[in-house]
Structure formats: C-alpha cells, structure tokens
C-alpha cells in the first residue's frame, strides 16, 4: 500500500487527465468580434436585466468568465453563441422592424416565464443568468405594457372590405401549391377542417382559428394527443381584429395561414413536425432559408413536453 | 464509496432544484371546460367556419359555424337570404393562455345557438334555438339575435 507517490494509480489517471487537458487548450478558435450597431433600447431596468442573463449568447458583447476560456467549455460557449445570435441578437436590435421588435419581446417573455431560456445549462456555471421572479416581472410589466386595444381605424377596415370584395375562391391545382423553401406545402383544404381552437392575440392584434385534420380531430376525441399521431396536421389562420366602439370585435384581412404537419420521418430534424406559414392573400412562403425551421422550433420551445404545440384542444 | 454517494445525492438535488421550476402547463390535456357538451354531437352536424368574434366587454369568444348554403350568403356581396341554411354559433367565457402571455383561448362554453331558414310560399321563414344544457327559444331576445347571426360575414380564407 506504501508505493511512492508517483506509483499511485490516482495520481497517475489524473496526470493523464491533466495532459489532455493541457492539450485541448491548444485548439482555440478565435470568437469574432462585430461591432454593436443597433442595440436594444428598451428601458435601462429591462436592459440590465437582459444583459445579465442574455447578452452572453444574445449579442456582440459576450462576457465570457475565466472558465469559460478553458476548453472545452470554450467551444460550448462558441457553438451557443453562434446558435444564440442567429435566432436573437441584441446588438442589431434595431435593425428589426417594430412589430417584429414587439413580436420578439413577447416570444423572450413566454421563454422566461416558463423557465425555456436562460439555458439550463448556462444558469448552472452563470448565476446571474438565473432569474429571480421579481426580475421577470419587470420584463413582464414592460412588456405588458406594448398591449394596446382600441378600435380599428379606417385603413384596417379598408384593407378588409377590399379583400373580401376581391376574394375569389381559388382552385389551385397540386402542383400550383405553393411551398415552403423546406418542401412544406400549402394545403388548400384546411377550411374544410374541425376546429381545435380558436385564440384572441392581444400581443398583436390579430384573432385565429386553428383547423385540425380528420387525424387530429380524432385523435382529440380519443384523447391521445401527446405525441400527437403520425398524419396529424394543424392550420392556423390568422386575421386583423376589427373592434368598434363597443368592443365587438370582427375578422379583419386575412394575415396568414400557419402549418404543423406531423411525420416523424421527413421531418426527423425539427421535431417530428413539418412547420409552414403562407403570408397575405399570394400565400408567400415564410423563410429565406432552408434553416427558418429553427426559428419555428425555437420559439415552440416552452412546450416541448408537450409535442411542441401551443395549442390547448377543444372537444366540439 | 461513500464519496461517490455523496455526489450522486448532490446531483441528484441539483436534479430536482432545476426540475422543480418548470411550471405545470397541463402537457396533455384538453380544454375541459370549454369542451362542447358531448350530446350535442357537433361535430357530426358536418358544419363549416364562417368566422369568429370577441366580445370585450362580456369576455367571451364565439365561432360561427354554417352548412353550405349558408356558407355560400356570408360570402355574397348581396344580402339575400335563401332557405336551407343552418348556422350555430359556438361562443365561451375567455380565459387568459397559460402557454402564451398574450393570447386569451376560449374558457367555460357558455351557449349554442342556432338559426335555421326555411321556405315557406314566397317567403323565407327563421327560426331560432339556443342550447345551454337543453334546447330553448328566446322569444325576447331572438329577433336580435337573429339579426347579428345573418349580418356576419364569412372570414376570408384563401
């Protein structure tokens, strides 16, 4: 038992280690620095916020801590915040149009608020990523803030009238339909569907009917929604609001018509679901890249326990 | 030996600390209370979307529902009325998302009711039932109702 010390196993296993290690710090990618151009600019309580639990992987300005810099946390920290700033970066707020600024703000609340986004992962070594519940009820407060219902002006209401006085009904035929970049096709059919549900955006002023296929509509009858089966497809259509004085609220222009098409197969990379949004009355496919299917996943994140959909179904 | 408990029960708590703050958003489940009363059977009348509507002040949401003849007189520029048509209109309590900080869903379903139109002679003759546990009229308030139901336009979907 009385070996010297260099002849312990222990010690040996851990110089081995401690080689490795060593070696590993020699492949250092360089993180590129680029300029902040349009930082957010929101109030300064809601920015300190964000930058103490965001900014790592959401923006130009990563402040990486000492271990971070060791490998391979290093090249963790690289990949998060390359994934980070595609989907979200402070840095270039500005550059975001309004509605999708306001858009972003809600979709970085619901993460927050279900505990989605800091990573996990990053809250572990990072604490001050991890929020406190006071924290996110000033985010919540300034968000709630951007709610504005009142009644639709003369443009909406326009807009309106001259979609349904040029509304045709088109008979497009298969190979007509329009397409995601992804492959994901517009089905013309959806309006022929059961309801699963309907929902009131007062994020965004808009109102939608969400239409299932006789797959999901049986399925909701069996009760056997989580996952939901091969085959099931979901079209969410969405429309302006129309309130008058009085707070009736009415289906305005037709904004878009949204997508999950269920095969676990093709769509084995975003989740089983096949993810498609047609904007305006041309039906323009969303996504100028093949990678806008991210975008969709990320942001059905908080409810991957529950097969990715938002949606709570309504028996009818 | 021990050392190697010692950690496992420290990942373990660490395990659960992260587990626990992940609130319930009911994975799996249905909309209880906003399900349609199963005697209604409405998914087997076989009707379509015309639209929906929010009513701010009550709170409540509806979708108006219809066979295709009535389909076909909410898309018309014209506002005649022709006999065949059945409409109903589904309408609930609205209750805040708990997915979605923002969105309001339907809540406890409040009513079904349904207009029917029917030729008699010359003319076209309305009637009108409401469902809430059992089918009734409303020989107060149907006129009006009525009224609203055949003034809705469909909603526009490409």
Redesign the interface.
């Known amino acids: 038992m009385n070996q010297p010390f260099y002849k312990r196993r222990t010690i040996q296993v851990l110089a081995i280690l401690l080689i490795c290690f060593g070696i590993l710090q020699a492949y250092k990618p360089e993180l590129k620095k680029e300029p902040v151009t349009a930082d957010f600019n929101g109030p300064e309580n809601v920015k300190a916020i964000l930058k103490a639990a965001c900014y790592d992987c959401h923006s130009n300005e990563p402040d990486l801590k000492w271990f971070d810099h060791l490998q391979p946390a290093y090249s963790i920290a690289l990949a998060d915040i390359k994934e980070g700033k595609a989907g979200l970066n402070f840095s270039e707020w500005g550059n975001m149009a309004a509605g999708d600024q306001k858009a972003k703000l809600f979709e970085i609340l619901n993460q927050m608020t279900t505990g989605t986004m800091p990573l996990k992962s990053y809250q572990l070594l990072h604490p001050s990523a991890n929020l406190k519940p006071a924290e996110i009820a000033i985010v919540k407060n300034y968000i709630a803030g951007m709610i504005k219902e009142h009644p639709a002006d003369t443009a909406l209401m326009n807009a309106a009238d001259k979609q349904f006085n040029n509304w045709n009904e088109q008979h497009l035929k298969a190979e007509e339909l329009p397409k995601t970049i992804s492959g994901v096709p517009y089905q013309p059919d959806y309006k022929n569907w059961q309801v699963v549900s309907t929902t009131d955006r007062i994020d965004n002023n808009t109102m939608r009917v969400i239409f299932g296929n006789p797959i999901a509509i049986k399925a909701i009858a069996e009760h056997q929604i989580n996952p939901w089966p091969e085959g099931t497809i979901f079209a969410k259509v969405a429309w302006d609001k129309l309130q008058d004085s009085d707070g009736n609220t009415k289906a305005g222009a037709f904004k878009q018509v949204e997508y999950m098409i269920k095969d676990s197969d093709k769509y084995k990379s975003t989740k089983g679901w096949g993810w498609a949004r047609f904007k305006t009355m041309k039906l323009l496919p969303y996504g100028k890249n093949i990678g806008y299917a991210t975008e969709c996943v990320n942001c059905h994140r908080p409810v991957s326990n529950n097969d990715f959909v938002f949606t709570l179904p309504v028996k009818h | 030996m021990r050392f190697k408990i010692q950690y496992s029960a420290l990942i373990l708590l660490?395990l659960i600390a992260?587990g626990c703050?992940?609130?319930n958003?009911?994975?799996?489940?249905?909309?209880e209370a906003?399900?349609?009363p199963?005697e209604l059977h409405?998914?087997q009348l076989g009707l379509?979307?015309i639209?929906?509507?929010?009513?701010?002040?009550e709170a409540t949401?509806s979708?108006l529902y219809g066979n295709e003849a009535a389909l076909k007189y909410t898309?018309s520029?014209e506002d005649s009325t022709t006999s065949g048509m059945v409409f109903a209109l589904?309408s609930w309590k609205?209750q805040d998302?708990e997915?979605?900080?923002?969105?309001?869903?339907?809540g406890p379903f409040q009513r079904v009711e349904m207009v029917t139109t029917k030729a008699n002679g010359n003319t076209i003759r309305t009637s009108y039932k409401t469902y809430t546990g059992k089918w009734q009229t409303n020989p107060l308030t149907e006129q009006a109702r009525i009224k609203y139901i055949l003034a809705?336009?469909a909603?526009?979907?490409?």
Do not use: C, Y
């Open positions: 660490l992260i703050k992940q609130n958003n009911h994975a799996g489940e249905l909309n906003a399900n349609l199963v409405f998914n379509k979307v639209t929906s509507m929010i009513n701010k002040k949401m979708t898309k520029k589904v609205q998302d997915r979605w900080f923002g969105a309001k869903i339907p809705q336009k909603a526009i979907m490409p």
